[in-house]
Antibody, heavy 121, light 110 residues
Framework: EVQLVESGGGLVQPGGSLRLSCAASGFTFSSYWMSWVRQAPGKGLEWVAN????????YYVDSVKGRFTISRDNAKNSLYLQMNSLRAEDTAVYYCARPRYSSGSDAFDIWGQGTMVTVSS | SYVLTQPPSVSVAPGKTARITCGGNNIGSKSVHWYQQKPGQAPVLVIYYDSDRPSGIPERFSGSNSGNTATLTISRVEAGDEADYYC?????????????FGGGTKLTVL
């Protein structure tokens, strides 16, 4: 079964750090671009970042540039999101998502269940 | 940056047809994807490349895209279709492709 499972969410104080993980299974992880998408409570979906198959290209939404770092370990079939200098507005459910095809610019057909990040003092 | 505009809510009676729009500048030149999200669940892809359905998605779900508006159409609406629906495109106007989501539309089945 094709599956993505996120972990690492929790409560963190403003200015703090958190590292999210996404474990992939059931498909050749190293063949796909991967993305992080977040959803603030009661709000819509917002793409956060994506990373090329070999990690050589990484892109971010402007609001997280310089604070968040996306990475991957293909040997461990895992995707990561290192989040530093967290702000209240980063509070959201964070999903990892896989596009239909390895080209990257495609619809996301596989989503994890999400992990909640709460930034509050 | 590219903006996608959806109505906040759409209401429809069971058995009728629901149409959810997604507006964007010349969106007809882009490929539009649609997601269904029920409370407490991850999004589910229901339409990709304007009008294609993933396996397992009922034929009642269809899509179109032309000019400045893309439309998700749900025929013979059922109570189980009540959910939030999001359109999505890839925008290549900047130095790299960006994912853009619409604000979402809450579909209420009366």
């Amino acid at each position: 079964e094709v599956q993505l499972v996120e972990s690492g969410g929790g409560l963190v104080q403003p200015g703090g750090s958190l590292r999210l993980s996404c474990a992939a299974s059931g498909f050749t992880f190293s063949s796909y671009w991967m993305s992080w998408v977040r959803q603030a409570p009661g709000k819509g979906l917002e793409w956060v970042a994506n990373i090329k198959q070999d990690g050589s290209e990484k892109y971010y939404v402007d609001s997280v540039k310089g604070r968040f770092t996306i990475s991957r370990d293909n040997a461990k079939n895992s995707l990561y999101l290192q989040m530093n200098s967290l702000r209240a507005e980063d509070t959201a459910v964070y999903y990892c998502a896989r596009p239909r095809y390895s080209s990257g610019s495609d619809a996301f057909d596989i989503w994890g269940q999400g992990t909640m990040v709460t930034v509050s003092s | 940056s590219y903006v996608l505009t959806q109505p906040p809510s759409v209401s429809v009676a069971p058995g009728k047809t629901a149409r959810i729009t997604c507006g964007g500048n010349n969106i007809g030149s882009k490929s539009v994807h649609w997601y269904q999200q029920k409370p407490g669940q991850a999004p589910v892809l229901v339409i990709y490349y304007d009008s294609d359905r993933p396996s397992g998605i009922p034929e009642r779900f269809s899509g179109s895209n032309s000019g400045n508006t893309a439309t998700l159409t749900i025929s013979r609406v059922e109570a189980g279709d009540e959910a939030d629906y999001y359109c999505q495109v890839w925008d290549s106007s900047s130095d790299h492709p960006n994912v853009v989501f619409g604000g979402g539309t809450k579909l209420t089945v009366l």
